[in-house]
């Protein structure tokens, strides 16, 4: 296996625009994490799914942020409009439970 | 109060040494507790585990639990300039469905 794989791996965006990040987890995995990281808050949490479904938001910083999970393989996480405090590395992660979590390498999202 | 404090360091150990990594975590209900090594400008991967009380060893690895304290350490023996990286300190709370809460992290330098 490939290992959780993130797209982009770099992107850079004007302020208002949408950006999407993609995901592809690790098969057989039925969990998936987002996470975003910066130097001042380090690793947090967004949101994560089991079997799909959306479990826990609370992470979410507002509602320009939303992620979905249409199928086992594939999730994305929408910033609509960005703004240059979502600048930061969102990583996405997946699980095969507890609590042992294989990280993709990662979107650096830059928004100017 | 932090649900999971680390030092930020740096910590600095010279080659051959033992380095001792600390962290913290504030909810009792925590019952999974995870060590994740993280080089600049890569993603976090998993080192060790541990969920019982006591020590567990794994090569130049061992992780600390001491539930009573809320601590969570990880010595790394022999240190080598490759064990250079962050240390991210992560907790799974029971029932909290394969939630990690993770600590800022430690940078730790090996010098030669």
């Known amino acids: 296996d490939a290992g959780v794989i993130q797209s982009p791996r770099h992107e850079v965006t004007e302020m208002g625009q949408e950006v999407t990040l993609r995901c592809k987890p690790i098969?057989?995995?039925?969990?998936l994490f987002w996470y975003r990281q910066t130097m001042m808050r380090g690793l947090e949490l967004l949101i994560y799914f089991n079997n799909n479904v959306p479990i826990d938001d609370s992470g979410m910083p507002e509602d320009r942020f939303s992620a979905k999970m249409p199928n086992a393989s594939f999730s994305t996480l929408k910033i609509q409009p960005s703004e240059p405090r979502d600048s930061a590395v969102y990583f996405c992660a997946s699980s095969p439970g507890g609590g042992i979590a294989f990280f993709g390498q990662g979107t650096r999202l830059t928004v100017v | 109060q932090k649900e999971v404090e680390q030092n930020s360091g740096p910590l600095s150990v010279p080659e051959g040494a033992i380095a001792s990594l600390n962290c913290t975590y504030s909810?009792?209900?925590?019952?999974?507790f995870f060590w994740y090594r993280q080089y600049s400008g890569k993603s976090p991967e998993l080192i060790m585990f541990?969920?019982?009380?006591g020590d567990k060893e794994d090569g130049r690895f061992t992780a600390q639990l001491n539930k009573a304290s809320q601590y969570v350490s990880l010595l790394i023996r022999d240190s080598q300039p490759s064990d250079s990286a962050t240390y991210l300190c992560a907790v799974n709370r029971a029932g909290g469905g394969n939630k990690l809460t993770f600590g800022t992290g430690t940078q730790l330098k090996v010098e030669l």
């Open positions: 909810d009792r209900g925590s019952q999974s």
């Open positions: 098969s057989g995995h039925d969990y």
């Open positions: 541990i969920y019982s009380n």
